[in-house]
């Protein structure tokens, strides 16, 4: 049976090199695939782009949506401190499969140099900066990865969240890339409700590729936490990449972008650099990046 198990595996990562990419920790919903029982699973990979919300919603298009985390299942936020979670192409190159035996530096779970980029245009044979599709992290090196990042609903049952009440509460600049990334918690992040928070984790790609985006859903805990400063009501981000005044400086939703219903930020025209305009997790959209973000104190609290 394991050695079945592997061989499955096995001929996935073979077909599935190109794959997008998506978080993989204790406490998300879709563990182990939409059928519960998929230790390779990228059902939660599955890119979002030109869906009703109904369908993106907490990833609903494949069933991600209805396979909750097991009862007393977290993923804890330590106030003040930070975590470590993994951006993946598939299950079964994270530690959460196969006892973690596939696992290496990358999110496909390969191993390249670090000097990936040079290593990329060589093996095309190119001298310019070319999109890198192995893993498809949708960007041409990391300086360009568009940034991700995570938010907090202070209820516990996931059909009471709303973008209205998801606020971003850490930013990871230039991801995704390797498998491992760390986000800051802020210290006075407050408890959650008995039976935990709902988090989500997000992800919009600059360019090389589908204009799509990425939405999962996670249970988490807030340790210790603190009631004193009540996370505020967040706002749409808009662009302001131009025109920094413009920024919405409170709470603010994740970006939804792309869809056929439930957008929450609309862009047109060219970026500074000449390119078309993405929405992300960055400068463009108002966001500041780890500590940074945290540093300005009541950034997303109220009062």
């Known amino acids: 049976m394991r050695s079945a198990a592997i061989g499955l595996a096995v001929g996935l990562w073979v077909t599935a090199a190109n794959a997008h990419l998506a978080v993989f920790t204790k406490g998300m919903?879709?563990?182990?695939?939409?059928?519960?029982?998929?230790?390779?699973?990228?059902?939660?990979v599955t890119p979002l782009y030109e869906l009703d919300q109904s369908q993106w919603w907490f990833h609903a298009i494949n069933g991600c949506n209805n396979r909750p985390p097991a009862d007393g299942d977290f993923l804890t936020l330590p106030a003040g401190e930070s975590i470590t979670v993994e951006i993946a192409a598939n299950q079964g190159v994270t530690s959460l499969s196969f006892d973690g035996q596939y696992v290496s530096d990358w999110p496909d779970g390969q191993s390249y140099p670090d000097n990936y980029v040079?290593?990329?245009?060589?093996?095309?044979?190119?001298?310019?900066?070319?999109?890198?599709?192995?893993?498809?992290?949708?960007?041409q090196n990391q300086s360009m990865a568009a940034g991700t990042a995570l938010a907090i609903a202070y209820v516990s049952d996931v059909a009471d969240?709303?973008?209205?009440?998801?606020?971003?509460?850490?930013?990871?600049?230039?991801?995704?890339?390797?498998?491992?990334?760390?986000?800051?918690?802020?210290?006075?992040?407050?408890?959650?409700?008995?039976?935990?928070?709902?988090?989500?984790?997000?992800w919009i790609p600059n360019a090389c590729g589908e204009a799509n985006m990425y939405f999962e859903g996670?249970?988490?805990?807030?340790?210790?936490?603190?009631?004193?400063?009540?996370?505020?009501?967040?706002?749409?981000?808009?662009?302001?990449?131009?025109?920094?005044?413009?920024?919405?400086?409170?709470?603010?939703?994740?970006?939804?972008?792309?869809?056929?219903?439930g957008n929450n930020i609309e862009v047109s025209g060219l970026d500074l650099a000449g390119e078309f305009k993405s929405p992300g997790y960055n400068a463009k959209c108002g966001f500041a990046n780890g500590k940074l973000y945290h540093s300005l104190g009541t950034v997303i609290f109220s009062g």
């Open 29 to 44: 919903w879709c563990l182990n695939g939409a059928d519960g029982n998929n230790l390779n699973s990228d059902d939660p």
């Open 118 to 139: 040079r290593f990329f245009a060589a093996i095309f044979d190119t001298n310019v900066p070319s999109c890198i599709t192995s893993p498809n992290m949708h960007t």
């Open 161 to 202: 969240v709303t973008p209205e009440n998801l606020v971003v509460f850490s930013v990871a600049y230039n991801t995704p890339w390797k498998r491992e990334t760390t986000y800051d918690i802020p210290a006075e992040l407050p408890a959650c409700p008995d039976g935990g928070c709902i988090c989500a984790w997000g």
């Open 218 to 261: 996670i249970r988490c805990q807030v340790t210790p936490g603190s009631n004193s400063k009540p996370v505020g009501t967040p706002k749409p981000p808009v662009w302001c990449e131009d025109d920094s005044s413009a920024c919405v400086t409170g709470p603010k939703q994740m970006l939804f972008w792309h869809q056929a219903s």
